[in-house]
Structures are given as structure tokens and as C-alpha cells.
């Protein structure tokens, strides 16, 4: 048994610190090229190339999706691309598609890891990715992890799973009504996420409405209850899903699989049982979510793994903003997502998953002129709290903003 790698989502370069400053031991990012969130800020060749020399230098991993489904026309283009990408040297490529596999073996000498929209399901499948030249397969988010233990009866290779986040109706991602609904292809990053829609069943003649729910919306994924049989599995790589997620969820979801798999570890090392993981179940739930489910890694999905009457994202606290700099004893300053104002009582999450509670008594914008609000999107200046580091959130209470409001 080995401890498994924490592997968390970087949707862009302040992403990827944040989740090492809280405790992933990789992460994996995209480009604005062949993966699959078209929509988020992604990473340009230049934040790639400086988050890999990071990692490298803190005995961390990046690793660089390309799971788009590839067509002809993209053929060139990708090989241009992995030639780039054999330059800065990330710790593996995420590919599902077996073209664009073979593409990677020839331009690259990188270690190649098979997507989950590869829908690799089975220790045949995973057989044939390993003897093509893969050294890490993660696996369909519809494997349990009793049968990643079958899968490591049969043969000897890293398997990933997915342990947190949003969960895709279709299999594994392969999907395509937001191809018909809305123009967008959904496995070459345009998905607007039509699963997570209410629909209305009418009858067919007279139209009359006869059933409206979310029929396919998924609940989140919270593996927590997963994590001890994970690692007697021999898990290797332990992801959360989420890179167009903000800080907060990188932070909080991060800092907490952190603390959880290290506490597991070290129980399972000495023959104890498992604590209770009610403290990070609820931990977990303050940042926006689907309500949760543990089907998928736990076992086969049903009918309580749908949000059937889904109607708006379950938290307790709210993103302010990330801090930029901080001038010891003196200043911090703060890159906000929302207004703030004096009087306000706001939440700095540390990097061991700690709130600390702390007031806005005095705030002060660019110029240094003091300030009663500060509006979102502004970068503001604050007086010193005790233990701020760069790239630490900030929260605050739902209950707050709505008496603010």
C-alpha cells in the first residue's frame, strides 16, 4: 500500500499555485488546444512553461490534457503542438483519443496517461492501453474501486479515479446534446452542460405538462468514505474534478482531501480503523455544490444519485477574492470577485484548511486613499493579518451577503 497522489484542477496559472500552496501533489491543466474546457482561461505556452518549472521545483507534477476528440483537420496542428509541448516538458500528456496517442508516442518522449473520455472500463482495455505505451490509465468515473482492485489482479499500472466533483451524465463525457441543443461540440470543449437543464414531459397529443424535473443532473461526486479502500486498491493518482471552478473550491476541496488522505494513511499504517470524516464532510460542503453522492467509486449508480429537483448550488460561504502580496506587518492586498465593505466579517482559509476569522475595519484602494466599499474586481489594500501568504482565499458567510445585500 502507498499513499496516493492528490491530483487537483488548475484552470489557469493562480490556480496551479493556489492548489500546491494547498497541499495537491500535481495538478492538470489545459491549453486553449484539444482539451475539453474551451470555456476556461487556460493556460498560455508561457504560464505552462513557468508552472512546469514550479512544479520541478517543488517535486510536483503538471500534467497537460489533451482529451479532445480529434478530427482530420486537426492532425497538423497537433503535432505542432507536442513538439511545443516536448519543449517545456510537463510530467505527462492526458489523451483519449488513440490517434492522437500514437502521435505523442512518435513527437514526445513524455509519459502518456489515457483519459477518463477514453471510457476504459475494463482490465482487458487497460491491457491494451498499457501494451501501446501508456503508463497511467484513468479510468471511466463509472468504476468502483473494487474493480480497480480486479484491474491490479490482472496486471501492474498506475490507475487514476476521479474522487471529487461534478459528474457527467453520459458516459464518461461522451456526450452529445449540447452537439443538437446548442451548436457546441461537447467533446471538443463546448458542452453547456444541458444535463444539469429541468425538462418538461408533456403528453404527446394534448401537450399538457405531465412531469418537470433535472432528469439526468448528476449529484457531485464526495469520495471521502472511498479513501482508505482507495489506497489498500493501490490507487495511484486520486483527482478532483473542477478546473473552471473558482479559488475557493481549489483551496477548500484541495486543503481537505489533503488532510483526509493523510490521516487515512497514516491510521491504515498503524492498523487502526478510520476516524469519522463527518469534520471533512462538512468542510467540503460550505463551497457551492450539487448536494453529494459516493456512486461511481463506490459502487453503481441509481436513482439517489440524481439532483431531481435541483434548485440552486447547496454552500454555506462565497468567494471574496485571493491575496496578491503581502507586505509583512504592514499590508495586505486583495484582488476581489465581490463588493466589500467596512464592518464586513470575512474568512482567511490557510493552507492547513483553517478559517480565520477577521473584520474589515479599515480598507484603502491603489492610490491609498481609505475606502467604506470596494467594489468586485478591484485590487484593494487591507492592514495586515497575521499569517496571510500570497495566493490564500477569502470567504464569507452566505447569511452575511444576504443582510449585506
Not at 166 to 180: D, H, L, P, Q
Not at 187 to 202: F, K, M, P, V
Not at 230 to 252: C, D, F, H, P, T
Not at 274 to 294: A, I, M, P
Request: hydrophobic share 40%.
Amino acid at each position: 500500500m502507498h499513499k496516493p497522489e492528490l491530483l487537483a484542477p488548475a484552470g489557469n496559472l493562480e490556480k496551479l499555485k493556489i492548489a500546491f500552496l494547498y497541499g495537491a501533489d500535481a495538478v492538470f491543466v489545459g491549453t486553449s488546444r484539444f482539451g475539453l474546457r474551451k470555456y476556461a482561461p487556460n493556460f498560455s505556452l508561457a504560464e505552462l512553461a513557468y508552472g512546469v518549472g514550479l512544479a520541478n521545483q517543488t517535486g510536483k507534477h503538471v500534467y497537460v490534457v489533451l482529451n479532445g476528440f480529434a478530427h482530420n483537420s486537426d492532425m497538423d496542428q497537433i503535432r505542432h503542438y507536442l513538439e511545443e509541448l516536448q519543449e517545456i516538458g510537463p510530467s505527462g500528456l492526458i489523451i483519449a483519443d488513440m490517434g492522437v496517442f500514437q502521435l505523442a508516442k512518435k513527437y514526445t518522449t513524455l509519459p502518456l496517461h489515457v483519459s477518463t473520455q477514453a471510457s476504459v472500463t475494463n482490465y482487458r482495455e487497460v491491457q491494451l492501453w498499457k501494451d501501446a505505451g501508456a503508463s497511467r490509465v484513468i479510468l471511466g468515473r463509472e468504476v468502483s474501486v473494487a474493480e480497480c482492485r480486479r484491474i491490479h489482479e490482472h496486471l501492474d499500472i498506475e490507475l487514476e479515479v476521479f474522487i471529487h466533483g461534478a459528474m457527467c451524465a453520459s458516459y464518461s463525457g461522451k456526450c452529445v446534446i449540447s452537439n443538437y441543443s446548442s451548436g457546441r461540440d461537447s467533446n471538443r470543449g463546448g458542452c453547456c452542460q444541458s444535463c444539469r437543464h429541468r425538462y418538461d414531459i408533456l403528453e404527446p397529443e394534448t401537450k399538457a405538462l405531465e412531469y418537470s424535473a433535472h432528469i439526468m443532473n448528476s449529484k457531485d461526486l464526495m469520495g471521502l468514505s472511498m479513501l482508505g479502500d482507495a489506497m489498500e486498491a493501490n490507487i495511484a493518482s486520486l483527482k478532483i474534478e473542477g478546473r473552471m471552478k473558482s479559488n475557493l473550491y481549489v483551496a477548500n476541496t484541495v486543503s481537505v482531501y489533503r488532510a483526509a488522505i493523510d490521516e487515512t494513511y497514516d491510521r491504515l499504517q498503524s492498523g487502526q480503523k478510520s476516524d469519522s470524516q463527518e469534520g471533512y464532510e462538512k468542510r467540503l460542503s460550505l463551497v457551492s455544490n450539487r448536494s453529494f453522492t459516493d456512486k461511481g467509486i463506490g459502487g453503481e449508480f441509481g436513482y439517489d444519485s440524481v439532483h431531481t429537483n435541483f434548485g440552486a448550488y447547496e454552500k454555506d460561504i462565497d468567494f471574496i477574492g485571493t491575496v496578491k502580496q503581502v507586505a509583512v506587518y504592514e499590508a495586505v492586498f486583495i484582488e476581489l470577485k465581490v463588493q466589500v465593505r467596512i464592518g464586513d466579517h470575512l474568512h482567511l482559509h490557510n493552507s492547513v484548511g483553517e478559517r480565520v476569522l477577521f473584520v474589515v475595519n479599515e480598507m484603502w484602494n491603489m492610490a491609498d486613499e481609505p475606502i467604506e466599499i470596494a467594489q468586485a474586481n478591484k485590487l484593494i489594500k487591507l492592514p495586515y493579518i497575521s499569517g496571510a501568504l500570497q495566493g490564500l482565499v477569502i470567504s464569507k458567510t452566505i447569511s452575511q451577503l444576504a443582510m449585506a445585500s
